[in-house]
């Protein structure tokens, strides 16, 4: 059985390597995995840009454009991850990966045929219901593929479809729904997402467990119960400031990203067309470089000591923050989007490392669950309260504030991102000490 391969495919500890797993094909299948989570990125946040006219066709309030942008679909994505991790833990990963994606491509084509609030609330389930079965597996798949000292740069590789999925959602979303109207956005980001299933399914290969950490002993062994993951997952203190700090720059990241169209239109009477070409540029290109450099960043000085993973994040949590506050306080839209910048560089920062580093803190068998422990805390407080916060905050404004409420509800939520930064510095202080305790207990 495959322990670890080296750059040029060979046995690194004595052993042939996984047939096909040479570095090129590595690298074809983190390329796939990332279009697809693009595809899974781009079918959740395409409501971003449409808030506003489905506000106006349905006549829903901000405290409903909340709900569905938020709670709606994170209780069930974050929740569903759980049993769906503990099954990609136990069989087929790839298969799950395609089956997730043909489920939530489909249920975005249906969101546009909806007429009421009701039945775009029941898509959007549909949505969360397939989009919960993505991110765990392919995590697992990645960290079975790429050595640790890699791993961080390889999920900042993957984690760049958050940043092309917004920028595609939001290009495409703006102009097709200025266009066109909203109801044609669904349709025309749903359908690619059947075909990219079509090439996970047969073009990717289920990689062997423990295949790059030198640890294949296990791969036959049962996966645990999911309560044995969490025991072992939230007895490491390190995990559970990564796991606070995650959920709280969740939190203002989601926030951001659902309401900032929104706040342009109503703000600087901009149309969805310029702000869907304004906002896939900075998010997709800026956030797309933080996303990646963060990452990269972590690994490097991680070699040298491994706490960097937390400290690089932490830095970018404490950069953004005042460049937030100059956008939602600035009377001008090209300062407003000047300001942006930052905070879009830092908007998914936090993911590569911190999934990374909970993939080190778990065994072989416990990686896709260790995954979907991570995302059901982040979704739950970040994807389903922020967006929610931001909507209810805005309706209260709404009386002292008028149209600026939701500007004013924006700078209030982001408070979130220093508070993140410090439990991330906190992560940092035992990870050395719970990384050599997981590995410790892998080996048993």
């Known amino acids: 059985m495959t322990d670890r391969v080296d750059a040029a495919g060979g046995a690194a500890t004595g052993v042939a390597p996984s047939?096909?797993?040479?570095?090129?094909?590595?690298?074809?299948?983190?390329?796939?995995?990332?279009?697809?989570?693009?595809?899974?990125?781009?079918?959740?946040?395409?409501?971003?840009?449409?808030?506003?006219?489905?506000?106006?066709?349905?006549?829903?309030?901000?405290?409903?454009?909340?709900?569905?942008?938020?709670?709606?679909?994170?209780?069930?994505?974050?929740?569903?991850?759980?049993?769906?991790?503990?099954?990609?833990?136990?069989?087929n990963r790839r298969n799950i990966v395609a089956l997730a994606l043909t489920i939530f491509s489909s249920m975005t084509v249906v969101c546009g045929f909806v007429t009421n609030f009701a039945q775009l609330a029941l898509a959007r389930i549909g949505v969360g219901i397939g989009e919960a079965g993505s991110s765990p597996p392919s995590h697992s798949m990645i960290s079975d593929m790429f050595p640790p000292e890699k791993r961080a740069s390889a999920m900042g590789i993957y984690s760049l479809g958050i940043n092309i999925g917004i920028l595609i959602g939001f290009l495409v979303g703006g102009w097709v729904s200025q266009w066109y109207g909203w109801r044609a956005a669904f349709f025309i980001v749903g359908a690619p997402g059947l075909l990219i299933a079509l090439l996970v399914r047969f073009t990717l290969k289920e990689p062997e467990r423990g295949h790059a950490d030198g640890i294949a002993s296990q791969a036959s062994a049962a996966a645990p119960k999911v309560m044995e993951v969490w025991k072992l997952l939230w007895s490491q203190r390190s995990f559970r400031h990564i796991s606070i700090g995650c959920a709280l720059a969740a939190f203002g990241g989601y926030a951001g990203v659902t309401w900032i169209p929104a706040f342009l239109m109503r703000s600087f009477q901009m149309s969805p067309g310029e702000i869907g070409t304004w906002l896939a540029l900075i998010i997709g290109f800026v956030g797309g470089a933080g996303t990646y450099l963060t990452s990269w960043l972590a690994d490097r000085y991680g070699k040298g000591d491994v706490r960097w993973n937390m400290w690089v994040v932490a830095i970018v949590m404490l950069v953004c923050f005042p460049f937030a506050v100059g956008m939602y306080l600035s009377m001008d839209k090209y300062w407003a989007l000047a300001f942006f910048l930052v905070p879009a560089f830092a908007g998914a920062a936090y993911i590569g490392p911190s999934l990374a580093m909970t993939q080190g803190l778990v065994t072989l068998r416990m990686r896709a669950v260790a995954s979907a422990v991570l995302f059901l805390i982040l979704n739950l407080i970040g994807m389903g309260l922020g967006p929610q916060a931001v909507g209810i905050v805005s309706d209260l404004y709404n009386p002292l504030y008028g149209a600026e409420s939701l500007r004013y509800a924006l700078l209030t939520v982001m408070v979130v991102w220093p508070w993140a930064a410090v439990h991330f510095v906190l992560a940092a202080k035992t990870l050395k000490e719970d990384l050599a305790r997981a590995k410790a207990h892998s080996l048993r």
Request: proline content about 4%; hydrophobic content about 50%.
């Open 19 to 91: 047939a096909g797993f040479t570095p090129a094909y590595r690298n074809y299948a983190l390329f796939i995995l990332m279009v697809a989570y693009t595809a899974n990125y781009v079918d959740r946040q395409i409501l971003a840009i449409l808030l506003e006219p489905i506000k106006q066709d349905l006549g829903l309030n901000d405290t409903q454009l909340g709900f569905l942008s938020g709670i709606t679909f994170a209780i069930f994505y974050a929740t569903l991850g759980v049993p769906i991790a503990m099954w990609a833990d136990r069989t």
